[in-house]
Nanobody, 121 residues
Framework: EVQLVESGGGLVQAGGSLRLSCAASGFTFDDYAIGWFRQAPGKEREGVSCISDTDGSTYYPDSLKGRFTISIDNAKNTVYLQMDSLKPEDTAVYYC??????????????WGQGTRVTVSS
């Protein structure tokens, strides 16, 4: 069975840190680009980070550079999102996904159910 399970969310005070995990079963992360997205109430889903399966390059929105870090442990088939210096505006449900890419752009194949992060001021 193909499955992505996020964990590590919770309630944290502004300035604190959390590490989210995304564990995969039924497929290998090594074959896909892996991304984290988030969606806050009343807001559109936005990309948080991505790591390439071709060269390991990582990507972040300018607003998150220096605070969020994506990493992957291929041996454990798990992707992590380290979140530091959290702000109330980081409050959202966070999702991981696995994507295939080609010259036409990414195709998002697998999604997890999300883990909720709440940052208090």
């Amino acid at each position: 069975e193909v499955q992505l399970v996020e964990s590590g969310g919770g309630l944290v005070q502004a300035g604190g840190s959390l590490r989210l995990s995304c564990a995969a079963s039924g497929f290998t992360f090594d074959d896909y680009a892996i991304g984290w997205f988030r969606q806050a109430p009343g807001k559109e889903r936005e990309g948080v980070s991505c790591i390439s399966d071709t060269d390991g390059s990582t990507y972040y929105p300018d607003s998150l550079k220096g605070r969020f870090t994506i990493s992957i442990d291929n041996a454990k088939n798990t992707v992590y999102l380290q979140m530091d210096s959290l702000k109330p505006e980081d409050t959202a449900v966070y999702y991981c996904n696995a994507a295939l890419t080609n010259s036409f752009g990414p195709t998002y194949i697998y999604w997890g159910q999300g883990t909720r992060v709440t940052v208090s001021s």
